[in-house]
């Protein structure tokens, strides 16, 4: 058996970088791109879009009007970033959500996951998002 | 002890009001807030199992014992995305 002090000593886990915005004006994803830094570590950069469908139940619709309990849903999207960070190496999360009217085919919510492989970082950007579904409150109403 | 209640999303229609201030003896248990409020309020009851609701910024159960100046917040499953 191994004695305890030949083991390589483990680097400090880094920490995750965090930036999430609830914001009422459109999504620009032109500069969220431009805006992406990552570390020479980072090999898979993926982002997902959620974007607002025409149809909504068995109705067509215009639109869809966000509304949310901002400050509480700003503790609880920082509760989900803890538990993404305390699961994966993930080094960076950036999260968008709209508020207002959005109309069809714009985006209500963007979501970037920087990670070193691929896996981790799909990962983490699924559970991202089925714990916002759940937990974060923000809700939405059709706009004919 | 004095409560603030606050609705949400379409419980606002339900009840009328965005908010209120509710009375209530000390130590009282958080269902006996929504105890109160369904009572004033029926077509909340009607949503009970479609309710979530949060003490401050974070979500809550039933025997949470509330204090002076709790802000509670009712409003219907969460929709994000």
New interface residues.
């Given amino acids: 058996m191994k004695s305890l002090s030949s083991r390589p000593c483990k680097a400090d886990k880094t920490v995750m970088n965090r930036w999430l915005r609830i914001q009422a004006g459109p999504i620009d994803e032109t500069a969220l791109r431009q805006d992406r830094t990552i570390s020479r570590d980072i090999g898979a950069v993926i982002y997902f879009l959620g974007v607002v469908r025409k149809q909504e139940g068995e109705a067509e619709i215009s639109a869809l009007d966000y509304e949310a309990f901002e400050k509480m849903a700003v503790h609880q999207f920082q509760k989900i970033f803890d538990e993404v960070e305390r699961r994966w190496p993930i080094e960076s999360v950036r999260l968008v959500h709209r508020i207002g009217t959005v109309s069809v085919n714009e985006p209500s919510l963007w979501v970037e996951v920087t990670a070193p492989h691929r896996g981790e970082a799909f990962q983490a950007c699924q559970f991202l998002i089925d714990e916002m579904k759940k937990v974060v409150p923000i809700w939405k109403r059709p706009v004919h | 002890m004095k409560i603030s209640v606050?609705f949400?999303?379409?419980f606002r229609e339900l009840t009328g009001c965005s908010n209120l201030s509710v009375e209530l003896p000390e130590g009282a248990a958080l269902s006996k807030l929504v105890a109160e409020l369904q009572g004033r309020f029926p077509k909340l009851k009607a949503m009970e199992k479609s309710t979530?609701i949060?003490v401050g910024?974070?979500?809550q159960s039933g025997n949470y014992v509330l204090r002076d100046g709790d802000e509670v917040?009712l409003?219907?499953p969460?929709?994000?995305?």
């Fill in positions: 606050v949400y999303s379409y979530l949060a910024l974070e979500y917040s409003f219907p969460v929709q994000g995305g």
